[in-house]
């Protein structure tokens, strides 16, 4: 049985890309060269791609080694570097998101609305009063709404805590506890598999046990009717859309908290990860832009991940709009109404780049090919997974059926790699360029702080992380 399971992990083939797409790819083989002959003159060049109100006085401050913080002195606003600068350049009516709800119509929004929308939710949490360094608790389906509140949170340098929507009211008070969030913004509920379902009263039930919670901010989606604390509960187009949409974000030192993210809690107690700005920002839009091959001018790229997760924030918000992409959102299920719906979102949408798990292209298998073989899926030029390593037979199905056997995939493979003696980083770096055209970067490895001692604003620690990225060697993985 064991030998078994080991031929069917042991994977040899390679599928070098076609020849145009290496020729024209964002990154290169050159970027390993550049990082080993100069480690911070590599991570201060990509930081570039950002824009700073205050430039930095040094790149990494490792005095205090474990401990790092990166672009020392810099300053930097997040919603900005993702929303106005692209506006401030001229590229205000490009689409920055293509939401597509369960049912309906889409909806699109441009850089300059999304920048008008972003504004109104950072002067309704000011009027709130939320305050630089004040935790924010986020509780909502795939819906914009979600997206504007956690740039609003991080346009106002209010550390944002995002919880998964399918959490339970117990897993949300833990984290709103734990964080000590001043307000909670949610929506009634969300639309799931044609139906909906209820949001708010796991908020009532998580804020009765969380005294540091001020205001529930309410987002109604679905109309059900909903219990209403007076006082409490603020309706999101009562506060938000009349709101002014003009507001001066204002920049904040690199090591500034962006946001908390709980670990799952399956083995024990949720672990909150407190990352911070400029080392995140400047590692997910350098990632965004190379493992992805963006192309902003003419790609439409598409995440199927939840915010609820690190994907989520790092390649759904802060990545892709900070590199002023255009992306489709979608807020249902991959079977509802039908199980075609995501191919028929691509070709309706033309997407260009799809990023999913492993998991729904197994059940994607299970379904059968005949299912996305009645949809035209030729806007494909990249395909890549997420979440957990992808074995070889649903890599196979995913790049021969989806990809029509011709697209490069950026993902994790199970399999036996046949490590050999040369396997030297310059002998795996030619292997890069000889099967892709160019390197492949990791997938986030965020740096950040960890929860510790007591209340309050000292209760995160820095976990040590000596760089805002870490390598990977592409030549681990097919195609």
Known sequence: MTQTLANLATESRSF???????AQAVATAELYDEAAADRLGFWAQQAQRLAWSTPWTEVLDWSNAPFAKWFVGGELNVAYNCVDRHVENGLGSRTAIIFEPESGEPETITYEQLQQRVSQAANALTGLGVAAGDRVAIYMPMIPQAVVAMLACARIGAPHSVVFGGFSAEALRSRIDDAQAKVVITSDGQFRRGSSMPLKPAVDEAVEHCPSVEKVLVVRRTG?????HEGRDLWWHDVVAT????????P???EHPLFILYTSGTTGKPKGILHTTGGYLTQVSYTHGN???LKPETDVYWCTADIGWVTGHSYIVYGPLSNGATQVIYEGTPDTPHKGRWWEIIEKHKVSILYTAPTAIRTFMKWGKDIPEQYDLSSLRLLGSVGESINPEAWMWYRDVIGGGRLPHRGYLVADRNRRDDDQPAARRDRVQARFGHARAARHRCRGRRRHGSSG???????????????????RHLG
């Open 252 to 254: 904040f030192d690199a």
């Open 224 to 228: 059900d009717p909903v219990q209403w």
């Open 457 to 475: 604003a000292q209760r995160w620690r820095r976990i040590p992380r000596a760089d805002p990225a870490v390598a990977v060697d592409a030549a």
């Open 243 to 250: 709101a002014s949409d003009v507001h001066a974000p204002q």
């Open 16 to 22: 070098p890309p076609p020849e145009q797409f290496a």
């Open 291 to 293: 493992v992805f091959d």
